[in-house]
């Protein structure tokens, strides 16, 4: 089996995660604007913009458009990713990748930065070959699920089965403490199942990708072997295409990076 490169550090508190992630962000920094939108997200701050996938449901308490950030720090607004209000939790991951996923930071940790149309920053594509005929998991049906499946012994967990290839998320217990390589999407760190998949899949090589997805030291603490996410690189392109605008501004304000441990 192939194991992960790193040794997790135990979270004996399942809080511990995003306490570490929020207590990373410095104190002081001003946020001056955000967006909430159907799909996606974002918080501009003094430090840069941050993105994250929008995820609906959970707790009904108020909801992230009353947030008013004119009057909040960025560590304060990057707190509410542990709200069980997943919108509001949703805006908290925005507020992380404010500071975490800035290009200048990425670089400096020696993260690959590209533009969208190329596979170099897809960990879907550079594990292919390297994972060829194990057992592979992906939590979240993936665009590239299906070409996965003729090269591995495949699972996609998904809340929504709507696919032949797709096993109820439930499943994650019998099934994901015998995978070799497990993708999970960014957005488990909004709904906080990212905690316990994580455990379960300590001894796999572990990948977290997506516009959610948050290069922070203490997910590579906690065993994250690769981050593969997206950075804005044009704030006022990357605003308008999250706002409704075409693929093409999406492509000129938003790059994807991959981070590895």
């Keep these: ?54 995820v609906g449901g959970g707790a009904k308490t108020r909801t992230a458009n009353e947030v008013d950030p004119y009057h909040m720090e960025l560590r304060e607004l990057a707190a509410l990713a542990k709200s069980w209000d997943f919108t509001q939790a949703s805006l908290g991951i925005a507020a992380l990748n404010a500071w ?23 960990p879907f594509y550079k594990l292919a070959d390297r994972f060829a005929g194990k057992n592979v998991c992906v939590v979240g049906h993936f665009p590239h699920v299906a070409a996965m499946a003729s090269k591995c012994n495949l699972t996609v967990l998904e809340r ?25 999407t960014g957005t488990t760190l909004t ?9 379960l899949s300590k001894n796999a090589y572990s990948v977290i990708v997506g516009p959610s997805a948050v290069p922070a030291p203490a997910l590579i603490q906690a065993g994250v072997n ?36």
């Design 100 to 122: 975490y996923a800035r290009a200048d930071r990425l670089s400096s940790l020696g993260a690959s930065i590209g533009g969208n149309a190329s596979h170099d920053n897809d």
């Design 1 to 54: 089996m192939q194991t992960s490169n790193n040794t997790a550090e135990p979270m004996n508190n399942p809080w511990d995660l995003y306490d570490r992630m929020i207590a990373g962000v410095p104190k002081g920094i001003a946020v001056k604007d955000i967006c909430i939108n159907i799909h996606w997200c974002y918080v501009e701050a003094e430090c840069g913009m941050g993105i994250s996938y929008t």
């Design 191 to 199: 709904n906080k199942t990212a905690v316990r998949l994580l455990q």
């Design 160 to 184: 929504n089965c709507d696919s032949y290839l797709d096993t109820p998320d439930s499943a994650c217990e019998f099934i994901m403490p015998q995978q070799d390589l497990v993708y999970m």
């Design 226 to 261: 690769i981050i593969a996410g997206s950075t804005v690189v044009n704030t006022e392109y990357a605003k308008k295409a999250i706002k409704g605008g075409t693929k093409d501004l999406w492509r000129a304000g938003i790059n994807q990076f991959m981070l590895e441990s």
